[in-house]
C-alpha cells in the first residue's frame, strides 16, 4: 500500500508532521499514521494560547482501535486550534493533511524544525 506524503513539510518518527508558512508551525498526522488508527472518534488537543514543548505530548487521539498521544513537532505557542476535529474527528482520515490538521504553533525557535525528518527519510521509515 502507498501512503501520501508530501514534500512540502517534515515529519517525526511519532508521525506528527509540521509545515511552516509565514512562521507559523501547522502540526498534524501522517496519512500513513491515520491509517494504522483506523478510523478517529476523539482528538483531545490543547487550547490557543498553550505553551507546547517539542517532542513532548500536546493532546491524544482515540480511534477505534487504539489510543495514541500526539507529539509536538517544535517548542512554542498554540496559536490556533482545529475546533472542527471536536465535531468530526473522521476529518483526521479523511484529510490528514488539508482539513484534518489539528494546530497551528507560533515556535519559540523556528530552527527546530530542521532536527525533523524530510518527506524522504519519513518515506523510509515508514515503507
Not at 9 to 24: C, I, K, P
Request: aromatic share 8%.
Amino acid at each position: 500500500m502507498s501512503f501520501d506524503i508530501p514534500d512540502d513539510r517534515q515529519y517525526m518518527e511519532s508521525h506528527e508532521w509540521a509545515l511552516e508558512t509565514d512562521g507559523v508551525v501547522r502540526v498534524g498526522i501522517s496519512d500513513f499514521a491515520q491509517d494504522e488508527l483506523g478510523d478517529v472518534v476523539f482528538v483531545e488537543l490543547p487550547d490557543e494560547g498553550d505553551d507546547v514543548t517539542k517532542e513532548e505530548e500536546f493532546g491524544v487521539i482515540e480511534s477505534i482501535k487504539a489510543v495514541s498521544d500526539l507529539y509536538a513537532p517544535v517548542s512554542g505557542d498554540v496559536v490556533a486550534v482545529n475546533e472542527a476535529l471536536f465535531d468530526a474527528p473522521e476529518l483526521v482520515n479523511d484529510d490528514p493533511f488539508g482539513d484534518g490538521w489539528m494546530l497551528e504553533i507560533d515556535p519559540d525557535d523556528p530552527d527546530e524544525l530542521e532536527d525533523l525528518l524530510t518527506a524522504d527519510e519519513y518515506e523510509s521509515q515508514v515503507v
